[in-house]
């Protein structure tokens, strides 16, 4: 059975910052690209960033130079490093996991950024 579980998410200030963690289970960890969605209320789900199983990463503009992904293959773990929060980076942050196969999602975390 295959499992992300999300931790890490909370209210924080504005400047503030939060890391969130995502641990998977039930797949080939290694070998499956990762990556962190959100998605706010009244707004579609959006990619924040993504790492490949090659370790490449991509970041929303958005986001960029501010948050930070990585992955721990050992731990089965892939995280996010969010700094310099904003009101608007409030939303339900998912982790998702895919190969050319299948996709796969976290049940989300809430992040709350306040002003």
């Known amino acids: 059975q295959v499992q992300l579980v999300e931790s890490g998410g909370g209210l924080v200030q504005a400047g503030g910052s939060l890391r969130l963690s995502c641990a998977a289970s039930?797949?080939?960890?290694?070998?499956?690209?990762m990556g962190w969605y959100r998605q706010a209320p009244g707004k579609q789900r959006e990619l924040v960033a993504d790492?490949?199983?090659?370790?490449?990463?991509n970041y929303a503009d958005s986001v960029k130079g501010r948050f930070t992904i990585s992955r721990d293959n050992a731990k089965n773990t892939v995280y996010l490093q969010m700094n310099s929060l904003k009101p608007e980076d409030t939303a339900v942050y998912y982790c998702?996991?895919?190969?050319?196969?299948?996709?796969?999602w976290g049940q989300g975390t809430q992040v709350t950024v306040s002003s």
């Open positions: 039930g797949i080939g960890f290694s070998r499956n690209h």
């Open positions: 998702n996991a895919r190969n050319i196969y299948l996709v796969y």
């Open positions: 790492i490949t199983s090659g370790f490449s990463t």
